[in-house]
């Protein structure tokens, strides 16, 4: 008589199991998709009903996501979306893909994981996988989790459910390493769980990197975004100490980068974004508080980092006086919102701090972004300005701090009375003008 685990795992590579995802937003989607694509019947599980509706009209509202490949699968019935939790029952594969924000307190923001894990507690049955992908502090899948999921339950993890945690790496906008082809790597409870989350994932992804623990596999996402978080530090800050040696931090950083060993390549900007790096590294300094231990390198570069938005609001300030002109009552134009180039994305974006800051000085501000048709940030909200090139005439500064790739640098450096480059956006041309300053 075959065990609980043989049953999962021929399904799993028969694609017999039925996959749920919790959470249809920049992770679940996409995995959602890479899994019907490998044969799967999948379910996108997500309380907002516009995104249940949008998927099931086979229409995708994430830039990752193509239309036409979305509407191909749900049209073939590879899949739906719901926001009906009690289809949780019929599911031999779950993965959770839900906001791991902080709260206002700066504290982790667990509210969404331990909402999931309830809807899962109340549908778990033997022959279930489940795998959370949320980025979290490590011991959330093992101290968090699993005492809820078995609370009431009988089964043994490892044996009648399996329970996994797995990393998300994806980059929106990248085309190079998407969902399908990015290392994953999974940790499980125990082995017999590490087992069948990777045989689940091996099924629709290339490489699948299997740890010894849910623990290694939480650290092992913030010791890669604390990696990134810490070096966007160092460099901003090198960034500071270079305007004080009256050097230019972008040489520099050339220079550094012919090394062919021994030096990894960061860019100074006006701030982290995103939902990622200015948040996850929290995680880990706030679980080793718990533990009396204080992450410092976490607390410095954080501390660096918040403070580019200030130093960007300084140094228009200092280019506006250089030309005989205050910030306040200027007109300031800032080009960008999202908080990378070629995104849509504005969550924890340095442009809201860098416009907060700026309408605080009372500078009269607009914005342009090709993406992003309007913002609000605290008690104010703008509309991106139609016409990029008037709005770049009219404006006192222009102040880059998203180098989207649509933009013509040439045509602004050319139209703009003042510029305040946060991303070396106009390259040497910047540098060699007497209107524009530069991080
Ligand atoms: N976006 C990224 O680039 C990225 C990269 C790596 C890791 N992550 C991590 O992945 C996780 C998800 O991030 P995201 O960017 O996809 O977030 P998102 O906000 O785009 O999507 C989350 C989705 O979860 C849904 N949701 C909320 N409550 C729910 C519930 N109780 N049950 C089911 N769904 C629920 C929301 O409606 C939303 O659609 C986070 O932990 C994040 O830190 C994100």
């Not at 945690?165 to 940790?187: A, Q």
């Not at 975004?225 to 050097?247: K, P, Q, S, Y």
């Not at 990622?276 to 410092?296: E, N, V």
Request: glycine fraction near 6%; include cysteine; aromatic fraction near 8%.
């Amino acid at each position: 008589m075959p065990n609980i685990q043989e049953e999962l795992s021929k399904k799993l590579k028969e694609r017999r199991a039925k996959i749920a995802i919790l959470g249809q937003g920049y992770v679940g989607l996409p995995l959602a998709v890479v899994f019907a694509q490998a044969g799967f019947d999948v379910l996108g599980i997500d309380p907002d009903q516009s995104k249940v509706d949008a998927i099931n009209r086979g229409e995708s509202y994430i830039g990752d996501v193509p239309s036409d490949e979305l509407a191909q699968l749900v049209t073939a019935g590879k899949l739906s979306a719901s926001a009906d939790f009690s289809r949780l029952q019929e599911m031999d594969a779950v993965s959770i893909c839900v906001p791991t924000p902080l709260r206002k307190d700066g504290d982790p923001d667990m509210s969404y994981i331990l909402t999931v894990t309830e809807e899962l507690a109340t549908y778990l049955h033997a022959g279930m996988v489940i795998v959370l992908q949320s980025t979290t502090y490590p011991g959330t899948t093992r101290e968090v989790m699993l005492p809820k999921l078995t609370e009431s339950h009988e089964f043994k993890v490892g044996e009648d459910f399996f329970l996994a945690f797995s990393p998300e790496r994806v980059d929106p906008g990248r085309e190079d390493w998407t969902t399908k082809n990015m290392p994953k790597v999974i940790g499980g409870i125990t082995s017999a769980c590490s087992e069948v989350g990777a045989l689940w994932y091996s099924q629709a992804l290339e490489t699948v990197v299997p740890v010894s623990s849910t623990e290694v596999a939480e650290m092992t996402k913030l010791l890669e975004n604390t990696f990134r978080m810490v070096n966007i530090g160092l460099v901003n800050e090198m960034a500071v100490m270079c305007d004080h040696l009256g050097l230019d931090v972008w040489e520099v950083i050339e220079a550094a980068a012919t090394k062919p060993f021994g030096f990894m390549k960061f860019t100074p900007g006006p701030g982290l974004g995103g939902h990622c790096i200015p948040i996850d590294p929290h995680y880990l300094s706030w679980k080793l508080k718990s533990l009396d231990y204080t992450a410092r390198f976490i607390e410095l570069a954080s501390d660096v980092n918040a403070n580019m938005p200030r130093y960007v609001v300084e140094k228009v300030k200092d280019l506006l006086n250089d030309h005989d002109m205050s910030l306040n009552g200027s007109h300031v134009l800032v080009l960008g919102a999202a908080y990378k180039p070629d995104i849509d994305d504005v969550r924890e974006s340095p442009s809201l701090y860098v416009i907060d800051l700026l309408r605080k000085k009372k500078a009269k501000v607009s914005y342009h972004d090709p993406f992003i048709d309007s913002i609000a940030y605290e008690d104010w909200k703008l509309e991106s300005i139609p016409d990029l090139m008037a709005g770049v005439q009219a404006a006192d500064c222009v102040v880059i701090v998203t180098d989207h790739s649509g933009y013509d640098y040439d045509d602004i450096l050319e139209n703009a009375k003042l510029i305040m480059d946060t991303r070396n956006a106009l390259g040497v041309a910047g540098r060699e003008s007497a209107k524009v300053a530069r991080l």
